[in-house]
């Protein structure tokens, strides 16, 4: 009987297709947690895309483990206030009938009503909350005899260790360790968007995943592929590489790209209001500074002032140029008159509808953004779980020399499901164009091998300018990294599968092949070493089947360059002839894979029977990593 879960589907039915889906999930999740008993600290991880409904299946989990038995549960959020009260109230909102709900100060609401029903603590990942919680719950007896269910949302942000390189334990992963410990049976399911840091923790550091259950956005989605796909799509505006520096230049004017981004928002927020509808948010990312985000908010409010003073000729001029350019995407916007007419009306002086709101640590609050014209400045507070609905505009120019995926992923708050696509309208330096891009086409590279290959096969695919995550969380020896355009060969082959191999090339003679990268898969499986300490099959398996489920064009195909009767002694330290090494780099965006079969000579240093002897080049421009263990 699965009358928990059934009453928090009976909620989800005004949704279209998302009981079923929950369904879905929670049907693939709770088998995988049975075998969890006889393994110490296991973890798992269910994965969704960034604002895609991930908190709507955590549910679904939670109440079908609840009538799987599960008793307490403990709902982890990031530690920022306004996210761990919204989770709360979303919480209590669908859960509450069926299950005890308590907050960071509900102690003692728990110590009255014990477990009658299964219980759901929701607290912020902050120390001394997580040393409250487990305090109390390690001297009340409440976890005695009783498996602890802990599901950690935004997993990769906090819970990790920070200091893993210098051999200690940082504060919150030594907390969450100590509320693991409580229970022998302690379940622990990751949650998040960005698993880049998970994929590359140890086996013994308890956070890398057992398993993950990838659960696809629902009809309506505005994710990665609308926004950085290419060709570039006509929601993308391009601005000045340096508009920051002229955002902080203190007697210029508003530079051309905020200036148009505001004017989209402006004719954004007058479409959506002459149809009903009272909210419209454009997201202003200029920089981590705090300092940054306030002459930036500074500069959006003067330039409100001034058009409160400016010709009327030339706001219309301002609002026609952004108009028609929405108008490209969106046939039916509402028709130039009417909307020039709302947006002076939004811009009245006497009762002016436009707020300005900065969003950062020192004013992060619990604000709510579901109703009115708002312009939200911030950086790192804007990403993270946050919502904000109807947010059809974003400014963003913050920059780095070397992004981190994971955290850069996150700033995506456009996405989602309640955005009018033809109003969306992106306004950010090629730059950071390009580097969303590659981390879109790496999101997808991830998403297809999670879905297709085993989950120790998988590996993460960037570009040298981007990092996957932050490396203080990564134990720097335990992750196998491959780069792509280098030359790999084993220094120990062997003779073992050389018939095997004489049987997949018997068709080809020597020369050079454009092949099917399976084929190089097949050809690399077969590779046999005595030892795979310095080139191992496995892990240039994994590298060709995460290239092959990457959405680089071309990347189905492959070099394959066959060579026979080759006398090279043993341990020469080089295998490639010079022709061969200018064919194979000339190969810049495909693997070569090169394999010359040496005939093995005694006087050669070998043990007289033929070998094939293989060499690798993964594509140019590409790391391809994973966690060695």
Known sequence: MCAILTDYLSKLSNIPGLAQSVQSTADAVIPQLQGF??????????????????????????????????????????????????????????????????????????????????????????????????????????????????????ADAASLNTMVNRREESTIFKSLNEIRALSANAIYLQLTATPQSLFLQTQESGYKPLFVHYFAPGTGYLGGDFFYSEPTPLCIKPVDEDELTAIKEADSQIPDGLRQAFMAFLVSASDLALTGKNVCNFMIHPSVRMQDQETTANKIAEFLNLLLKAEEQEIRDGIRAAWEDLHTT?????????????????LDENNPQINIYVMNSRNAGTRSFD?????VVGGNCLGRGITFPALQTIYYCRKTKMPQADTYWQHCRMFGYDRDRGLMRIFIPPSMLKAFTEMNM????????????PIDQIRLIYPPSISPT????????????????VNYF??????????????????????????????LIQLVKQVSLASDEDWSPKSFESCLEAWKASK??????????????????????TLLSPDDRRIGESETGKPVLTLYRLNGRI???????????????????????????
Not at 96 to 111: A, I, P, R, W
Not at 492 to 513: H, V
Not at 552 to 573: A, Q
Request: proline share 4%; hydrophobic share 35%.
């Open 37 to 154: 008993s006889q393994i110490p600290r296991p973890a798992g991880l269910l994965l969704g895309n960034v604002q895609s409904g991930k908190t709507s299946h955590v549910f679904g989990v939670i109440a079908a483990a609840a009538d799987a038995g599960y008793k307490i549960f403990i709902l982890l959020t990031s530690g920022i206030t306004a996210l761990q009260q919204q989770t709360l109230t979303r919480t209590l909102k669908y859960l509450d009938n069926d299950f005890t709900v308590c907050g960071e100060s509900d102690s003692m609401k728990l110590q009255m009503y014990g477990l009658r029903k299964p219980v759901i603590i929701v607290l912020k990942k902050n120390a001394s909350v997580l040393r409250k919680w487990k305090n109390y719950l390690q001297t009340s007896g409440i976890c005695q005899g009783q498996p602890i269910f802990i599901i950690d949302d935004e």
């Open 330 to 346: 969106k046939s039916d916007i509402q028709p130039f008159e009417n909307i020039c007419c709302k947006a002076f009306e939004l």
């Open 371 to 375: 109703e009115g014209f708002n312009i």
């Open 442 to 453: 790496a999101n997808t590279a991830l998403l297809k091998q999670i879905q297709q290959l």
């Open 470 to 485: 932050r490396r203080c969380v990564i134990d720097k020896d335990e992750v196998d990294m491959i780069a792509g355009g």
């Open 490 to 519: 084993p220094f120990y082959p062997s003779a073992t599968n050389t018939q095997k191999l004489d049987e997949l090339l018997s068709e080809y003679a020597d020369g050079e092949y454009e092949v099917d990268v399976d084929f």
């Open 552 to 573: 680089t064009p071309g990347c189905t195909l492959g070099k394959l360059i066959i060579r026979r009767d080759r006398n090279i002694s043993k341990g020469t330290g």
């Open 603 to 629: 006087e050669q240093k070998w043990d007289g029977q033929p070998l094939w002897v293989p060499n690798i080049k993964m594509p140019e421009g590409k790391f391809f990593l994973k966690s060695s263990n």
